[in-house]
């Protein structure tokens, strides 16, 4: 019982910090004790530019957050492999590469031992071609690897924080004043629709009124938001009618609903229940209980990395070898002095590589990576 109510008012706080984003430094704090952490984060990363920006954070030193991306992201023996991951899984470091091979790394010994810590659990709760956006909860040596109720204890908060990730990236609302809500959600690209649990439109800024006046994608009958897929209908209707029963009842249902319009193009829509703590006391539209947002999809496709990996059975540091290898232009002795790792074990990951495609040299080995570029992927 004691976990459940922590469960509750963890998903309200996330939900809450949607809409006020001082609150996160607070919600990270309880969401890193939840999991068993010191510290934790939502970041963006774009691991083929090795550039990035931490969003909000708690725990963290500043100073070892910006020596990450100016130095250390790079070095980060997992810096390719968030990029083979799907959206909304769960994992952590010590369950993609060993920790006996983590701990011999550069970017173990001068940026994460230094902190106290010795692993993490994260989230990605968003994804393109070359970048990533995840929850990070990061474990001290106190604290132990990340054990499966760690990991359990995540996967609770994941599609919440997936959903509120999302919304935020669509909108950003700061802390504008409730009376002045409607005028700044005119104001907004994004289609944006106040509805009570019926789907009764209660608001719907000028984006949205487009969309409803061209009548694909969604359409108002009577009052209340209609999809012209019917499949789609009974899923917007099923996360209106879950708002009713609080922030927990919506779940994964709803996260990122795919609207398609006749010509072909992609929007999707995400859910933002508004019958919790501060979102009900802001007065935002009193009636309504949650918010919907439409935007333009925007186009996916699989990363050169990702595509490798899954072609040919790679683990994470077999792909982190094989991309040094291209990047540093040398042979083993340089990928081990780039990745902060021993010249055997580069050996050892080699040797796996050549059976694994089938190749002999290290120059084949440029040309299969070669042979996974085209203009839609990185």
Not at 228 to 238: E, F, G, T, Y
């Amino acid at each position: 019982m004691e976990e459940t109510a922590q469960v509750l008012g963890l998903i309200g706080d996330i939900y809450d910090a949607v809409l006020e984003p001082r609150l996160w430094t607070g919600v990270l704090e309880r969401a890193a004790s939840f999991v068993g952490g010191c510290a934790a984060s939502i970041f963006w990363q774009d691991s083929i530019r090795n550039e990035g920006n931490v969003y909000y954070q708690f725990g963290a030193d500043p100073q070892y957050v910006q020596l990450y991306f100016q130095k250390y992201v790079k070095l980060n023996p997992l810096n390719m492999t968030y990029l083979t991951l799907d959206v909304g899984e769960v994992s952590s470091n010590s369950i993609m590469i060993s920790p006996a091979e983590f701990f011999e790394t550069r970017f173990y010994r001068e940026w994460v031992q230094p902190q106290g810590w010795i692993d993490n659990a994260f989230a990605i709760l968003d994804k393109s071609a070359t970048s990533f956006g995840a929850f990070n909860v990061f474990r001290h040596e106190r604290d132990g690897l990340a054990d499966e109720d760690a990991l359990r204890r995540l996967r609770l908060m994941t599609p919440h924080l997936r959903r509120a990730a999302l919304i935020g990236k669509v909108v950003d609302l700061k802390a504008s004043a409730a009376a002045t809500f409607a005028d700044m959600l005119d104001a907004l690209a994004a289609g944006i629709f106040l509805l009570d649990a019926t789907g009764r439109v209660v608001h719907a800024n000028a984006a949205g009124r487009d969309i409803f006046a061209a009548g694909d994608m969604l359409r108002s009958v009577g009052g209340r938001l209609i999809a012209r897929d019917p499949q789609v209908n009974r899923v917007l209707h099923a996360s209106f009618t879950a708002t009713e029963h609080g922030d927990a009842a919506v779940g994964a249902q709803g996260i990122a609903v795919p609207l398609i319009a006749r010509n072909g193009k992609r929007h999707v829509a995400h859910l933002l229940n508004l019958t919790s703590g501060e979102r009900r006391r802001s007065g935002i539209a009193v009636a309504a209980t949650v918010a919907m947002f439409v935007h333009k999809a925007a186009l996916e496709t699989p990363s050169r990395s990702e595509a490798i990996a899954r072609a040919y059975k790679l683990t994470p540091t077999e792909l982190r070898v094989l991309l040094a290898l291209i990047e540093v232009g040398g042979g083993g002795p340089e990928v081990a002095e780039a990745l902060g790792i021993a010249d055997a074990t580069v050996k050892t990951h080699l040797s796996n590589l050549f059976r694994k495609t089938g190749v002999k040299h290290q120059a084949d080995l440029v040309k299969v990576v070669a042979g996974f570029s085209s203009p839609l992927i990185d």
